[in-house]
């Protein structure tokens, strides 16, 4: 009776080791099978961050990208205005200069048809003295 209460309690030992054998097998590959799960969603979220990142990073570079395009075309369209406005005060100045030329021209005209038109004055005065006395 003994004995085979040794032999049952050997085998239920067995048993025992045999089903913890079993479930330690089952526990370790329920463990990687979860690693290998973990592992896969956690290289998802980095693909996922690194898609976010270089999506951020291309926004950022196109907002750049754009505030400088404005800052340049600013400053293209500043410089356009200072040299309308520079050329726009050159030409006054030509202008002024042309029509001080002129004036000065006119006067030098008029002077000299002035003077003219008295020596023609004073060559009909004396001729019409010479034709009184020859009278």
Do not use: G, P, Y
């Amino acid at each position: 009776h003994e004995r085979e209460h040794d032999r049952e309690i050997s085998e239920l030992a067995a048993k025992h080791a045999e089903e913890m054998e079993k479930l330690r097998a089952e526990l370790k590959e329920e463990q990687r099978h979860l690693l290998d799960e973990l592992r896969q969603q956690m290289a998802a979220t980095h693909r996922a961050e690194c898609e976010q990142a270089q999506l951020q990073s291309q926004t950022l570079h196109s907002l750049e990208l754009e505030a400088l395009r404005l800052t340049l075309n600013n400053m293209h369209t500043s410089q356009l205005e200072l040299t309308q406005s520079n050329l726009r005060k050159e030409k006054e100045t030509a202008l002024m200069e042309l029509r001080e030329m002129l004036n000065d021209k006119r006067a030098q005209e008029v002077a000299i048809l002035q003077s003219r038109h008295q020596l023609e004055w004073e060559k009909i005065k004396e001729q019409c003295l010479k034709e009184k006395e020859d009278l």
